[in-house]
């Protein structure tokens, strides 16, 4: 297994559990989605999962090893982290923002070698975002920056790539675009993709297995298509909604109570 | 992917820097009231002292001041590089954290207390000077962990109330010293460099040339820190760490500075933010070369200070305020345009 959690429970200082007893497993090259309504604890438990945060008790194990087993720079090897849109403060070129990946490789004299520019390269040219490779993060669109950073991840050249909510901020083309790349290096690389979404339709679009948290701390976890039914749905985000096959995929369209279609 | 940093670049943008403070090192020591005579320097001492009167002004006088200036420039810039990125904040500085209210109190107590000890060389001024200011960072950096929160934050807001609080008691203690008192400590808060012995800029430049290379080992560390902890740690570097030993070894450098020449202001916020505009933010590149352009930038300042009013002299400190501030409002003009236009 590349990920095993098993009975993880986690609180916030002095608060009610957040996540009660969570376990789950994921194999190399596998897509998993994160989807619950806010609050449910998706981001908490992408934190546990990079080591950011500890969890009160309960375990995970990345390729069969103990999660704190590892050093920070070991762990950097194994999981990549992007995280919601985010400007940094100085003017660091996309470029410069890429190489950064590199960091756990770097020896004493932290310059990149001739392998480290060779990684770079290749994460510029598997997200085609060579083009703006000198341009300062900060003039970039929010579309171009989070790309930038799906670069960085891959750069890091890890067996997993953790992504917190990676297009909530981005227009419809943008986020089909990240999946597609998403989805592609899942393929191509056997990278295991855990993406945190509000949105149940790129996860059942997309993702082989899906982890539904709801607010009250239970969860569902299993393949995409057993674990996402209307009925599920409406019972974790309190909406209504129509189901509807598309190919071999089921989308689901939220039905308000004064929608123009609806009945009430 | 132009603008790479390689090794090769970095070398030779450094030693182009260095180029730049040992000529400016050099003209200052030859600038001043009294003319210098290359060549009766370079005929040596003569077989007994004040035999000649060039060497003797030229080696043991304006040499020592230069060095001495470039010190404490070198030390005020780097330490700017560095809380910069620490805090994460173009706006920060080397005093920010209370090293300069620290620092002043010591001053004043010494000036008050009448001590008249001498360490290693230091006088009691520079001794207070220096132990205050490490001890008001440290107190600054338990108050913002006992503080908790995330860190910088809780650091800064530590820093702001212990500055306040300092300059109530340096506003109650100037108030009640005589005139003849509170002139010296003037003078010493608006960053004072007066000659020195040999023994303690010796002593000086080992710490701050140790600081700055220590600090010059994790670069690559801070680069990646200005992205915040979270994302540090995802790319395997321990934010605790390293800011505790950023935080170290500039507020180190930051004492040994003030301890030589008081509170020399806008070094460490003008050539830091100069130097990032024209050569980009990695740190690897942008440390060597502030401290080096901040020791060049020092060396003018006080060459100035020292002839523009001769026989008398102003406090450095002055200077590189009234120089700092056009020059660093030009290169913003200049370079921003600049990056403007490649949107």
Redesign the interface.
Same mark, same amino acid.
């Given at each position: 297994m590349n990920i095993e959690v098993k009975n993880l429970c986690f609180a916030y200082k002095a608060q009610s559990e957040i996540l009660k007893n969570i376990s789950f497993g994921l194999g190399q090259g596998s897509f998993l989605s994160i989807a619950g309504p806010n609050g449910a604890g998706k981001t908490t438990l992408l934190?546990l999962l990079?080591?950011?945060l500890k969890p009160m008790s309960g375990s995970i194990k990345i390729d069969d090893a103990p999660l704190q087993s590892y050093s920070?720079?070991q762990?950097?090897?194994k999981?990549? /982290?992007v995280?919601q849109e985010?400007v940094? /403060?100085?003017?660091?070129?996309a470029?410069?923002v890429v190489?950064?990946?590199r960091?756990?490789y770097?020896g $004493?004299? $932290?310059?990149?070698t001739d392998a480290d520019?060779e990684a770079v $390269?290749d994460a510029f040219e598997m997200t085609d975002t060579a083009r703006f $490779?000198?341009?300062?993060l900060n003039?970039l669109s929010g579309g171009e920056r989070q790309l930038i950073f799906i670069a960085r991840a891959l750069a890091?050249q890890t067996p997993i790539l953790l992504l917190d909510e990676p297009t909530s901020f981005l227009d419809m083309g943008h986020q089909v675009g990240i999946y597609d790349l998403l989805k592609k290096m899942q393929i191509e690389n056997q990278k295991t993709i855990v993406a945190v979404t509000h949105d149940i339709n790129l996860a059942a679009q997309y993702s082989d297995a899906t982890l539904l948290l709801a607010a009250d701390g239970t969860y569902k976890f299993g393949p995409t298509r057993d674990v996402l039914t209307t009925e599920r749905i409406e019972n974790v985000f309190g909406v209504k909604t129509f189901a509807a096959q598309v190919g071999q995929s089921r989308f689901f369209f939220p039905l308000g109570k004064y929608g123009k279609g609806s009945r009430a | 992917m132009t603008d790479q940093l390689t090794p090769r670049r970095l070398i030779i943008k450094i030693a182009l820097c260095l180029a730049l403070l040992v000529i400016v090192m050099f003209v200052c020591s030859l600038v001043g009231t009294q003319k210098v005579s290359l060549r009766a320097v370079f005929a040596g001492p003569g077989d007994e002292p004040g035999q000649n009167i060039d060497y003797d002004i030229f080696v043991r006088v304006r040499i020592p001041r230069v060095i001495l200036a470039a010190l404490v420039g070198a030390a005020l810039a780097a330490s700017g590089v560095v809380l910069q990125a620490i805090l994460r904040n173009p706006l920060a500085e080397p005093y920010i954290l209370g090293i300069s209210s620290g620092a002043a109190l010591g001053v004043i107590m010494a000036v008050m207390l009448g001590l008249s000890w001498r360490f290693l060389g230091g006088s009691p001024l520079a001794i207070m000077a220096f132990v205050f200011a490490l001890g008001t960072v440290w107190l600054v950096w338990l108050i913002g962990h006992l503080a908790g929160g995330s860190g910088i934050t809780s650091l800064l807001l530590a820093g702001v109330v212990v500055n306040a609080f300092f300059s109530a008691v340096i506003m109650l203690l100037t108030s009640i010293i005589d005139s003849q008192q509170l002139r010296s400590t003037i003078f010493w808060l608006m960053g004072n460099i007066t000659e020195k012995d040999f023994s303690i800029l010796f002593l000086s430049a080992i710490f701050i040339i140790a600081g700055i290379a220590g600090l010059f080992a994790i670069c690559q560390k801070l680069n990646v820190l200005t992205f915040g902890r979270q994302e540090a740690q995802s790319l395997g570097v321990n934010p605790r760490a390293i800011t505790l030993v950023a935080f170290a070894l500039a507020s180190f450098i930051t004492a040994v500075a003030v301890g030589l020449s008081g509170l020399v202001g806008f070094v460490g916020l003008v050539v830091p933010h100069s130097v990032r505009l024209v050569f980009g933010p990695d740190h690897r590149q942008l440390l060597p070369t502030s401290a080096l352009v901040g020791a060049a930038f020092v060396v003018v300042c006080d060459t100035i200070a020292r002839t523009i009013i001769a026989p008398a002299q102003l406090p450095v400190g002055v200077i590189t305020a009234i120089i700092g501030g056009p020059v660093f409002l030009l290169l913003l003009a200049r370079y921003s345009k600049k990056v403007g236009s490649l949107r």
């Open positions: 934190n990079s080591g950011l920070i720079k762990l950097a090897k999981i990549a /982290v995280r985010f940094p /403060v100085f003017e660091f070129s470029a410069q190489s950064m990946a960091t756990p770097l $004493a004299l $932290a310059f990149e520019k $390269a $490779a000198d341009r300062p003039h890091q | -």
